[in-house]
C-alpha cells in the first residue's frame, strides 16, 4: 500500500486540478494554494489532444467530457483566396483518434466537481517563495505552510517559482497575442473543425467548436484573432467597426458569426509566454503543467 504523503499544490489550473485529483484518490493528503480568492477558468476554448483525453480517462471524466465537447477530426487552415496551408485530419494517424474542442469553463467544472477538496482550497494565497529542502511554501502575508512531502508548482506559464529549481533557459513574453470569446455555434458550416485563415504571418483569425458546458446546454465555437502583443492598445483606441471590416474582408463566415451588433468589450485578451526550465524538479519541489 502507498504511504499517504502530504502535498502542497500551488495553483489550480488545469494541470494543478488534474494533480489534485489524481493524487487524492491515490490516499495522498492535498493541500491547494490559489492566489485569487476566486478560481476559475482563464481562457475561452481549446483543443484536447488525444492525449489529453486519455488522461482524463485516467480520470474517471472522459464520458463527462464527451458529453460537452465538440468532436474535432480535422485542422484547416487557408488563406483569403483558398489556398490550403494547413490540412491535418487525425484518421490519417488512426480511424479512432480525434481531437475535443471544449470551453475552458466546463472543463474546470467537471475537474473540480470530480475532487472533494475543492471547498477547502487556500484561497487568495500567492505563493511567493518555496524552501525545497525543506518542503514548505510562503505566502504574500510572510505566513509559512507545510513542511510537505512533496510541493507541486502549477502556477502557470508566467511562473513565479519556476527559478527556485535554478536559472531557467528561456523566460521571456511571447511577441504575439490573441483576442478571444466564445460565440454561439449555430449554423456553422464547420462543426468537426478547426479551422484558421492567414494573411501570410501577420494575421489570423481562428474558430474552433467547443460544445457546452454544464450549466449552459448552447453549443458555442471559441472565436481568436492573433496580434501583436503591443499592439493590443492601438486596437482597442481604433475601435470595432475597423477591425470588423477587416474581419469581413478576410473571413466572410467569421463575420457574420459575430453578429450584426458586436460589442468588442466582449474580447478577452490573451498573453502568452515562451519557458524553457532548466530542470523540473529539485528536492521536494516539481514542476508541472504550464509552469514546467
Request: some cysteine; overall charge positive; hydrophobic content about 45%.
Amino acid at each position: 500500500m502507498t504511504v499517504p504523503l502530504r502535498i502542497a499544490i500551488v495553483g489550480y489550473g488545469t494541470a494543478g486540478q488534474a494533480c489534485a485529483l489524481a493524487l487524492a484518490r491515490d490516499g495522498h493528503r492535498i493541500e491547494v494554494f490559489e492566489r485569487v480568492a476566486q478560481p476559475g477558468p482563464v481562457g475561452a476554448g481549446f483543443l484536447l489532444q488525444p492525449t489529453g483525453l486519455q488522461a482524463l480517462w485516467e480520470l474517471g471524466l472522459l464520458s463527462s467530457v464527451l458529453e460537452h465537447g465538440a468532436p474535432i477530426r480535422r485542422l484547416f487552415g487557408e488563406t483569403p483566396s483558398g489556398r490550403g496551408v494547413m490540412d491535418m485530419r487525425y484518421r490519417d494517424l488512426d480511424p479512432r483518434l480525434f481531437g475535443l474542442g471544449m470551453q475552458r469553463g466546463a472543463l474546470f467544472a467537471l475537474l473540480a466537481d470530480a475532487w472533494p477538496g475543492y471547498a477547502d482550497i487556500h484561497r487568495d494565497h500567492a505563493i511567493e517563495e518555496v524552501d525545497d529542502a525543506r518542503g514548505r511554501v510562503r505566502d504574500q502575508h510572510g505566513r509559512w505552510h507545510g513542511p510537505f512531502d512533496l510541493v507541486i508548482v502549477a502556477d502557470g506559464s508566467a511562473s513565479r517559482l519556476r527559478d527556485a529549481l535554478g536559472a531557467h533557459r528561456i523566460d521571456r513574453p511571447y511577441p504575439w497575442g490573441a483576442l478571444w470569446c466564445l460565440l454561439p455555434q449555430q449554423a456553422w458550416p464547420w462543426p468537426d473543425e478547426l479551422r484558421q485563415r492567414y494573411v501570410g504571418a501577420r494575421k489570423m483569425i481562428g474558430m474552433l467548436p467547443v460544445g457546452t458546458a454544464p450549466h449552459d446546454a448552447t453549443p458555442r465555437m471559441s472565436f481568436f484573432w492573433s496580434l501583436p502583443a503591443h499592439t493590443f492598445d492601438d486596437w482597442r483606441a481604433a475601435g470595432a467597426q475597423p477591425w470588423l471590416r477587416e474581419i469581413a474582408a478576410i473571413w466572410p463566415q467569421a463575420r457574420e458569426a459575430l453578429g450584426d451588433v458586436f460589442d468588442a468589450g466582449r474580447l478577452s485578451r490573451a498573453t502568452y509566454r515562451d519557458a524553457v526550465p532548466r530542470r523540473w524538479w529539485r528536492n521536494r519541489v516539481v514542476l508541472t503543467g504550464d509552469a514546467a
